[in-house]
């Protein structure tokens, strides 16, 4: 098995995780990354696999997938243990949901964020933090009972985790009004194969010269 990632997808990292939680081995390619956060030069298997030339992508013999969703639903099948959707067609359903929102809801107001670093005190970012902010409270109504997203620890902790990496980069973190995701994010953040995915990305930005958040300095020291 072959994943293609980069240093700092947040997409490919998810799939890593995913597969490290399930004891897959597999070769990890990482793509060429420019100071511009653009993949170049644009990696030829990636660009023969993925129409929308984005990593993640995995290679398992003849079968080639991409997009880090469908990656999840593929190892879940493939190495069903430790299971990382939970059992019950209810309860799985929602757990995707929660993925889905990662991904699709939360993930694009950290998007535009990217493009204003330098006007943070914009109406544009302002809205985009406040986004970020209620769907934190949200998903710290979730933790009302439960100390995973989606009941046990699943694929929806993994993308919700990622996903709020890059928002703290770009200055939408969490803060003391969301309590339980903080312990929550601390929960999940101590994972070894989380740690063995995050830290490298920290690593990365810092030799890089550019900002770590302050909850994963600890991993530049290790």
Avoid at 74 to 94: C, I, K
Avoid at 118 to 126: H, L, Y
């Amino acid at each position: 098995m072959k994943l293609f990632s980069g240093p700092l997808s947040m997409f490919g990292a998810k799939a890593q995780i995913a597969a490290l939680e399930k004891g897959i081995a597999f070769d990890l390619v990482m793509v060429p990354f420019d100071s511009g956060d653009h993949y170049q030069p644009r990696h030829p298997e990636v660009l023969r696999i993925n129409p929308k030339q984005q990593v993640p992508v995995l290679v398992d013999g003849e079968l080639e997938l991409f997009d880090s969703t469908q990656i999840f639903e593929y190892l879940e099948d493939l190495q069903p243990e430790p299971a990382l959707w939970p059992s019950g067609v209810t309860a799985r359903a929602r757990a995707r949901l929660l993925e889905h929102l990662s991904d699709e809801v939360f993930f694009p107001h950290v998007i535009k964020l990217f493009g204003l670093q330098d006007a943070m005190q914009s109406p544009p970012a302002v809205a985009a933090c406040a986004a970020c902010a209620r769907h934190y409270e949200a998903m710290e109504a979730r933790l009302a009972h439960a100390d995973h997203l989606a009941g046990g620890y699943s694929f929806a902790d993994i993308a919700f985790y990622m996903a709020h990496v890059f928002a703290d980069r770009k200055g939408a973190g969490m803060t003391a009004a969301t309590p339980r995701l903080v312990a929550w994010r601390d929960r999940v953040g101590q994972r070894p194969a989380v740690r063995a995915v995050v830290g490298p990305m920290m690593k990365f930005l810092a030799s890089q010269g550019r900002p770590v958040p302050f909850f994963l300095q600890s991993h530049l020291g290790t």
